[in-house]
């Protein structure tokens, strides 16, 4: 009970009291009788420890005033701040619920007959208990494998099962970089220049071949348009990991590091040294790539051309990915003051755009070849062009597409947790998915920086939503441009602050904003499936938040169509798959649940269907059994089951307490969907699809 102090000396009081001990210790055979109490699990022994804790003057009655210290002890616990504010509110509501007769007092007996109907709830859940129990003991019982090589086998099996995109592509690539590094190996290997340099200038001259490769394709995944397009629009995905964009620019970028280092070694300490101590008569083939005259001294190689180009791309290379390490973009490392402007991601985001100078650089140093003199072997600048304009146009298309997409403020809100809401208008053909993400500048914070965030309205929806926590400078520093033109909420309106625009009303005066997008993510493809498992870990619900809205349209959509079909038109319009979608909200603070308070009691109000089973789980409060919850347990009843509200969400949907069971919810999932075999070793990262029209499959994964 290291976490609630407070809570303790309560209990350790409450324990004495009843043995009227009143000294400041104890025994070692009362401590021993406390401790057969507090562990004691039967319910009349834990229901008589709670009494005891309210009944503070030990005479077998409970007042509103000890009930309402007991849930300000409570609440403060479980980190349930609200709770404490309307604890006299909860105090009344049990006094009400418990003392028809207004004795102003309730005993024992009227606390138990309370208790007991929170277990008479979940017994109403016993049936798919014992079920499940039965699909352990049936189907999901795991097969003992005692053969290590057929453990092995079994393993390998499903990382291939799971990873085979990725190892294709990750297959091919090595195997054209093997290709262009032994086709230029071998190729000078025949050349005059072999005899001096030897296996040096093989090594560097193959190195340089894969540079080139890979300083073109790195900048493939970063085009996001044209990834966004090519998932939406081709069949490619089915084969293409293109969720792994920034995965694969990572590898390329340690690939080009090794390629730097092979190239600029072999030449500085092998090659270059080689040629000055060659002699006269091994130095006559090379006079046509390096002059009549042998060069007299190292200073000579790097002050020209191809040296300072080298050089210098070296250096701009090393600073951006050094500063691109999660240790520094992330402020990781504890440097002193002066030394902190070289991490985070200003850092990272600014250094990253030397790469403009680097591919001049590379161009120039291509041309000034030492032993390249004829123009089609000087093959740099064909490596680099199509991807260059590639990456130059979506730019520019970016640059002009958000120059024209400053938008409309609607609607500001900050929430508990530092998370800050912006509502604004929908540019006319912004069409996007539900899961996908757009990027978000404010000039009034800084003009260059952009940022990605999940959209959390609905493609249905006539605006544009995302929720963005504070984590950084530049978050931090939007959330306090936008607090000083919002206020307190008015009465019924959410939010700790809070602006709306008003139509014909003098408005407040917004920061601009402008966004770019949509991109695609892998949430986005929900649509093809049956049956959803969201799982959404605190501000990383966003893109689920935005997909139970869009189930939730489609289902008045459906009910439209209903209507339509029994009046007699014959038109229907195209629908979606999905007819079953669990969404679990895990978050560690109450206040959390604000953020899409709205979306919660707008599922519980239209879904009569239960197509949408929502689980919202509060980790700051104590499992349910555990006596500090007790009495959350049992308010959150009361309340729910008298004005239909929960008293930790504030909203229609109960919240669980504590962390989920993992097991007993895929568990569920296995047993109200029997025909299809739902199995990933990461289904906690994100989000879990079972698949239709494919009963024998496992589910795939977006991460």
Not at 423 to 449: D, L, R, T, W
């Amino acid at each position: 009970m290291k976490d609630s102090k407070e809570f303790a000396g309560e209990l350790f009081d409450a324990l004495a009291r009843r043995r009227g001990i009143s000294g400041p210790g104890i025994t070692k055979d009362e401590l021993k009788e406390f401790w057969e109490q507090i562990s004691d699990q039967s319910f009349d022994s834990r229901l008589q420890t709670f009494f005891d804790m309210v009944d503070k003057n030990a005479d077998g009655r409970i007042t509103e005033e000890e009930v309402k210290e007991v849930i300000m002890l409570s609440a403060s616990a479980n980190k349930l701040s609200k709770l404490k504010e309307q604890a006299e509110e909860y105090a009344a509501l049990i006094m009400e619920e418990l003392d028809p007769d207004h004795l102003g007092y309730i005993e024992i007996y009227n606390l138990q007959m309370l208790l007991l109907e929170v277990p008479n709830e979940n017994a109403k859940r016993g049936n798919t208990s014992v079920n499940l129990s039965q699909m352990i003991s049936q189907k999901l019982a795991p097969t003992k494998i005692h053969n290590p090589v057929e453990r092995w086998l079994q393993k390998t099996k499903f990382f291939v099962e799971d990873n085979w995109k990725r190892i294709w592509v990750l297959l091919l690539w090595l195997c054209i970089l093997a290709g262009l590094f032994t086709w230029k190996f071998i190729q000078y290997r025949h050349r005059a220049i072999y005899h001096v340099m030897g296996y040096c200038v093989c090594m560097a001259k193959g190195a340089a071949e894969t540079l080139k490769f890979n300083m073109a394709l790195i900048l493939l995944p970063v085009c996001r348009n044209t990834i966004t397009w090519l998932r939406n629009k081709t069949k490619l995905g089915v084969a293409v990991p293109f969720d792994d964009n920034l995965n694969f620019h990572k590898v390329i970028a340690v690939a080009i590091a090794i390629g730097v280092g092979l190239h600029a070694g072999a030449h500085l300490t092998c090659d270059f040294p080689r040629l000055l101590h060659a002699s006269n008569e091994e130095y006559v083939p090379l006079q046509q790539f390096f002059g009549h005259n042998k060069p007299p001294n190292y200073w000579w190689f790097v002050k020209g051309v191809e040296g300072v180009t080298g050089v210098i791309m070296v250096v701009f290379m090393a600073i951006a990915f050094i500063l691109a390490t999660p240790w520094f973009r992330r402020n990781k490392l504890n440097l002193p003051k002066p030394l902190k402007r070289l991490t985070g991601f200003n850092a990272f985001w600014y250094s990253h755009h030397l790469f403009v100078i680097v591919y001049v650089l590379l161009i120039v140093h291509g041309i000034y070849l030492y032993l390249s003199h004829k123009w089609y072997k000087k093959t740099t600048w064909m490596y680099l062009a199509v991807p260059m304009l590639l990456y130059g146009g979506e730019r520019t298309l970016r640059a002009f597409r958000s120059g024209y997409k400053s938008v409309k403020l609607l609607k500001v809100a900050i929430y508990p947790g530092n998370v800050l809401s912006l509502h604004v208008s929908k540019p006319q053909g912004f069409k996007y998915k539900s899961g996908q993400y757009m990027f978000v500048n404010c000039p009034a914070v800084s003009s260059f920086e952009w940022h990605p965030f999940s959209i959390t309205s609905a493609p249905g929806d006539d605006f544009l939503s995302v929720h963005i926590r504070t984590l950084g400078d530049w978050t931090r520093e939007l959330k306090n441009v936008f607090s000083r033109v919002c206020e307190p909420p008015r009465s019924g309106k959410s939010g700790l602050l809070r602006a709306d625009y008003m139509q014909g009303e003098n408005n407040p005066s917004f920061p601009r904003l402008l966004i770019d997008g949509p991109y695609g993510a892998p949430a986005q493809d929900y649509r093809k499936y049956d049956v959803l498992l969201l799982v959404g870990l605190g501000i990383g619900a966003t893109p689920f938040i935005s997909i139970v809205k869009d189930i939730v349209n489609n289902m008045k959509l459906k009910d439209e169509e209903s209507d339509q079909l029994e009046n007699g038109s014959k038109h229907k319009k195209k629908t979606f798959n999905t007819n079953r979608a669990y969404f679990y909200w895990v978050t560690r603070e109450q206040g959390s649940f604000e953020w899409f308070k709205g979306v919660m009691n707008e599922v519980a109000e239209i879904d009569d269907k239960g197509i949408i089973e929502l689980h919202n789980y509060c980790t700051s409060v104590y499992e349910e059994g555990d006596a500090r919850s007790a009495l959350i347990a049992m308010l959150q009843t009361l309340n729910h089951a008298k004005h239909g509200v929960d008293i930790v969400s504030g909203t229609r949907v109960k919240t669980h307490f504590a962390k989920p069971n993992w097991r007993n919810v895929f568990k569920k999932v296995a047993v109200n969907h029997k025909d299809e075999r739902v199995g990933n070793n990461q289904l906690l990262t994100r989000c879990l699809l079972v698949p239709h029209d494919n009963k024998n499959t496992n589910t795939d994964l977006a991460t």
